[in-house]
């Protein structure tokens, strides 16, 4: 299984599209998304986040820097970068200074293809520092 292609899809047709809705063809119906620790289960709620994540950053800008998988294709790794304008980020006043910060994200990958479970970390402190500076 190709499952590097799959992220990669997904990352295309959601993030770099901004388009929340496409979720619908990429992730099973109990979704989990693991963000910072706090789990957002199910497909509707990631959907949710979604949008509220991509309302905080004007000019919304996704980058897979690098992408590989497990022997089997039941783990996908990417290191991304996301550039933009701040919307709000972070409960920050919507200043709309110029923002970037890296992450990484896991993925669980069902034998037929479809997304299971999502663990992602961000250099959330690293921009909350960046946006409140004096």
Known sequence: ????????????????ARNPEAVHRFVVDDFVITSGGVDIAGKERFIAWVKQFLA??????FEAIETFQNIDGSRVATRWKITG???GFLGTEPDQQPISFTGTAIWAIR?????LH???ERSSWEVFQQLTKD
């Open 118 to 120: 999502n663990w992602v």
């Open 85 to 87: 304008k701040n919307n």
């Open 56 to 61: 905080k950053i004007k000019d919304f800008h």
């Open 1 to 16: 299984m190709n499952s590097v292609k799959i992220v990669e899809e997904f990352w295309e047709a959601v993030w770099e």
């Open 111 to 115: 034998e037929d293809g479809k997304l």
